[in-house]
Nanobody
Framework: QVHLAESGGGSVQAGGSLRLSCTAS????????MGWFRQAPGTEREGVAA????????YYADSVKGRFTISQDNIKNTVYLQMNSLNPEDTAMYYC???????????????????WGQGTQVTVSA
C-alpha cells in the first residue's frame, strides 16, 4: 500500500515561511493526484493545494492563493508545499494526501483522496 510521510512543520512568527515535504513509498501508479490539507482544532479538514502529475493544476484554496506553492519532484517521489507570508490563521495540522489517477473535478475535497499521511504541525504566532 501507499505510505505518505510529511515533514517540515514547526513554529514560526507571522510573516515567516516554511516548506513542507511529503515523500511517498510503497506501491504507486505512474500518475496520481497529490494534495495538502490542514485541520485546526475544532474545525473540519480543508483542502489547501493539489497537483496532478502530467495533468491539470495546480489547484489552490482561495485562502492561500498567492502565498503557498505546491510542487512535485517525480525523481524523489516527493511533493512540497512552500508556505510564505504565514499568519496565525494558517496554524493547523497539515496532511499530505494522494489519490490514484487524475484529480477530481473538485480537487480540494477530502473524499477525493484515498491515502493520507500522519500530519505535521504548523504553528504561527502573532
Amino acid at each position: 500500500q501507499v505510505h505518505l510521510a510529511e515533514s517540515g512543520g514547526g513554529s514560526v512568527q507571522a510573516g515567516g515561511s516554511l516548506r513542507l515535504s511529503c515523500t511517498a513509498s510503497g506501491y504507486t501508479y505512474t500518475s496520481n493526484c497529490m494534495g495538502w490539507f490542514r485541520q485546526a482544532p475544532g474545525t473540519e479538514r480543508e483542502g489547501v493545494a493539489a497537483i496532478y502529475t502530467g495533468g491539470d493544476g495546480p489547484y489552490y484554496a482561495d485562502s492561500v492563493k498567492g502565498r503557498f506553492t505546491i510542487s512535485q519532484d517525480n525523481i524523489k517521489n516527493t511533493v512540497y508545499l512552500q508556505m510564505n507570508s504565514l499568519n496565525p490563521e494558517d496554524t493547523a495540522m497539515y496532511y499530505c494526501a494522494a489519490d490514484i489517477g487524475p484529480c477530481l473535478e473538485r480537487p480540494l475535497e477530502v473524499r477525493g483522496f484515498n491515502f493520507w499521511g500522519q500530519g505535521t504541525q504548523v504553528t504561527v504566532s502573532a
